[in-house]
């Protein structure tokens, strides 16, 4: 059994962060979780848009702040939500997004955490400067035995 370790990447660009996630989409399977943590501006919607061009979506995405969640039809379903207007896994559960099939990614990711299970993919990205981030992946539970690392270039 293969396991992945947490591990992150620096990036420079809004495009390597676009890119980074463009690389994460072939690794991703009905079903999956993806959490984003990162404070406002830190790039997690850009890394969704990212995600879902991967994914085939032509749609541009955009931060699902005041709509709380969007979703869009790629080669999987992407439902793109944001957890700091969901009022916690109650309204999640209530959305149906837990069993909803395709790739769920949620914004501010960490207010969920505790209750969804633990089988989902924590992405962090920290501010190093104006324009360049730490990206940490942290696989959970069964996303440790897969090669998440494949996303690196
Ligand atoms: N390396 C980088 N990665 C991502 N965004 C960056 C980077 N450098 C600068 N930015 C800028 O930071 C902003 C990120 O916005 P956004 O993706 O909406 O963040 P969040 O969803 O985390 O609030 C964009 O304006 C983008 O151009
Ligand atoms: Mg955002």
């Excluded at 293969?2 to 690794?27: E, M």
């Excluded at 959490?35 to 995600?51: E, S, Y």
């Amino acid at each position: 059994m293969n396991t992945c370790a947490p591990f992150s990447i620096t990036v420079d660009s809004p495009k390597a962060t676009f890119a980074l996630g463009r690389r994460l989409a072939p690794l991703l399977t009905d079903g999956d979780v993806v959490l984003l943590n990162g404070r406002l501006g830190a790039g997690k919607t850009l890394f969704v848009g990212g995600i879902a061009e991967g994914l085939g979506i032509t749609e541009a995405v955009t931060s699902p702040t005041f709509v709380i969640v969007k979703q869009y039809e790629g080669f999987l379903r992407l439902t793109h939500a944001d957890a700091y207007r969901l009022g916690g896994t109650a309204e999640l559960a209530d959305l149906d997004l837990l069993d909803n099939p395709g790739v769920l990614v949620v914004e501010w990711g960490e207010a969920i955490e505790p209750s969804i299970g633990p089988d989902h993919l924590t992405i962090r990205i920290d501010h190093l400067s104006e324009t360049s981030r730490a990206i940490v992946f942290e696989p959970r539970g069964t996303w440790q035995t897969r090669e998440i690392d494949r996303v690196l270039p």
